[in-house]
Structure formats: structure tokens, C-alpha cells
């Protein structure tokens, strides 16, 4: 049964609420009987009360509002036994998308100035990175995001996240060669399988796992060969997509090997691409948001919210109304009959 926002969870309980109306017609009312006491001055008592002596068993009556009170506390049982449930506010349920690991060379060869700003202005690699990667974040809605830092050593910037704003200001916070000059992609790689594996022993739900790495040159001296990093990747599911930015011409440390790169990425699942301007990585970064599309969902539902304690609360304060309105009218008449009781002895004893 339903009427607009209100539903009874159990409305067969209100084939009850005619039961006292049955009651009172077919179940013959109950005679109380009450304990008579012997006085010398009994009429003049009767005349002073201003009542009529009867004989037999005499039928309680209850006054008009104890008869209201009776029925509204009737009615607030039955509708608490049918569940009532209105629908409350509207509330929002959000579904994370993927666990999105962003790594990025700080390696000294970061501070080449071979890129532009939109004003055509020339910037460093690194701060073409960080114009781009705005840009990435803002697609990137119900991502969870992480950034890891690499050079002489990979370490941690951010852990997963789905605050983007507070990403993003960690990310304006790097500079280049902070973490070392040198190139430790393969270790890169490997810190970036043990986040993962982290977040998933600390209870997070099993999301779809993409590391996103960025790096002008070639790896100089992991402790894990980038390959070999990339084949534990692909068994624990996580897909690299690997940027290469700069000229691939270029010989020495800050040499690109595709090869490499090609192999990481194809053996992840993932996939390579080459920036040779900020065009170009802006173009990858695209790119990567087209073959990761995001996974955010956001619904929106109304929960049913119970009645019954109301109905509940106001039988009770019905109940404690009546029964406070009864003590005073117990006191009063307990006063009144001892008033009139005494003023009958001494009438008595004066007739005497």
C-alpha cells in the first residue's frame, strides 16, 4: 500500500482497528463490585453527595476524554504494527572507478626547455608534464589517483586518492633532480605493483589497475630490470601505458630506448607513446583517457524511513497524560470526600 511517499510495510494489520468497536457491541460489559461499609449517618451522607443508593454490582464508566484517549492510542498501535515508511531525503552513492598509479621522471634531463605553454612561451619538461596533467586529472572523475617519484630512487608522493585537488598540489610541489639525476624506471615500475598490492591488503575493493609512466630517458641502474618489472606487472594486472618524451635521436643517459618501452607496454597490456612536444603529450594523455575510460558512477536514491517510533511516542505520552490527569483527579476527590465525611461527624454528633 502505497500513497505517494508513505508505505505500510504490513498493511494487514489495519483489518484490526474495528476490534474494540466489535468488542464493545458483542462482549457484555464488565460489573465491578465494591466493598460496602455500615454508618449511622448514611442518609445524611447520600444527601451531602448528592447521590442515589443502589443495590448490586455497579458498571465503571469512563469519561469522554479517557475515551478519546483510548481510541487515538488504539489507532497509534495499529498503524506502528503496519510499518509505516516515508521516503527520505535524497542521498548520492558514488562507484570508484580504477586505482590510477601516475609516475614521473625527475631525472636532471626533466629541465630541458625544448617545450611550450599555450602562450607558445618555452618550459621545461617537467612543467609541460604538470600543464598536461591538469588537464588528465579533471577526466579523470571517480579515479582514484596516486604519484610516485623517480630518479636516483622511486618513492611515494601521494598515495591513492580520490581527493584530485590535493593531487594535483603534491604534483605542483615537485621539482626536477629532487629525487636524484639519474633514471630508475624498472624501480618506478616496482614500487608501483607494491602500492597496488598495498591497497588491496588494506581492505580497498579490487578496482582495475593502470600505471601511467612518464620518463625522458633511458633506466640507469634499477635494481630491477624494467622488463622483468613489467612481467610482474602483467601477473598481478596492471596495465602500463609508458611516455616517452623527448627526441628519440638523442644518444647518452638521456636516450630513449623504444624498444624498451614498447616491450613494457605490450607485455602489460598497455601501451606506448612518444611526446616530442607538449602537443604531442597532451595528445598521450588523451589518448590514455580514451583507452581507460572512466568507470565513475553516481546514483542517486531515496531510503525508507520508519514511523513506528512516533506512533509509539504517542501512545506513551497519551498514557502518561491520562494517567497523571487520573492522580490529580484521585487527589481532588480524596479531599473532598474526607471534607464532607468530617463535616458529616460533626453534623452527626450534633444531631445525637
Request: proline fraction near 4%.
Amino acid at each position: 500500500m502505497i500513497t505517494s511517499s508513505l508505505e505500510l510495510a504490513t498493511p494487514m494489520w489495519l483489518w484490526i482497528l474495528p476490534l474494540p468497536l466489535l468488542i464493545y457491541w458483542f462482549v457484555p460489559a464488565y460489573r465491578t463490585k465494591r466493598t460496602a461499609v455500615k454508618v449511622p449517618f448514611f442518609d445524611l451522607l447520600s444527601k451531602t453527595l448528592g447521590e442515589e443508593p443502589s443495590q448490586g454490582a455497579a458498571q465503571l464508566k469512563s469519561s469522554w476524554w479517557q475515551r478519546i484517549i483510548l481510541l487515538t492510542s488504539w489507532l497509534c498501535v495499529v498503524i506502528a504494527l503496519a510499518q509505516p515508511k516515508m521516503l527520505g531525503e535524497p542521498q548520492t552513492r558514488e562507484s570508484m572507478g580504477r586505482d590510477v598509479m601516475v609516475a614521473v621522471d625527475l631525472s636532471g634531463s626533466m629541465s630541458e626547455q625544448d617545450f611550450t605553454n599555450p602562450d607558445g612561451q618555452k618550459i621545461n619538461r617537467l612543467d609541460a608534464t604538470k600543464l598536461v596533467l591538469k588537464d588528465f586529472v579533471a577526466q579523470r572523475e571517480g579515479d582514484r589517483l596516486g604519484l610516485i617519484l623517480f630518479g636516483d630512487a622511486a618513492f611515494v608522493q601521494t598515495p591513492f586518492t580520490a581527493d584530485h585537488q590535493a593531487w594535483l598540489t603534491l604534483l605542483d610541489q615537485t621539482d626536477v633532480a629532487m629525487a636524484g639525476e639519474s633514471t630508475h624506471l624498472g624501480d618506478a615500475i616496482g614500487l608501483s605493483i607494491k602500492t597496488f598490492e598495498q591497497g588491496t591488503k588494506n581492505g580497498t575493493p579490487d578496482r582495475e589497475k593502470v600505471a601511467i609512466i612518464l620518463t625522458d630517458g633511458n633506466d640507469t641502474g634499477s635494481f630491477v630490470e624494467p622488463i622483468d618489472a613489467a612481467k610482474v606487472a602483467a601477473a598481478k594486472n596492471v596495465r602500463i601505458y609508458v611516455i616517452a618524451m623527448g627526441d628519440p635521436s638523442t644518444v647518452g643517459e638521456q636516450a630513449l630506448d623504444m624498444d624498451v618501452i614498447n616491450q613494457i607496454a605490450q607485455d602489460t597490456g598497455g601501451q606506448a607513446f612518444q611526446a616530442k612536444d607538449r602537443e604531442g603529450l597532451k595528445t598521450a594523455y588523451d589518448d590514455i583517457n580514451k583507452l581507460e575510460p572512466k568507470l565513475y558512477e553516481s546514483t542517486t536514491y531515496r531510503p525508507k524511513v520508519s514511523l513506528q517510533h512516533y506512533f509509539i511516542s504517542v501512545v506513551m505520552i497519551l498514557y502518561l497524560l491520562a494517567f497523571a490527569l487520573m492522580t490529580i483527579k484521585r487527589i481532588r476527590t480524596n479531599r473532598i470526600e474526607l471534607a464532607l465525611s468530617n463535616k458529616a461527624e460533626q453534623q452527626g454528633e450534633e444531631h445525637v
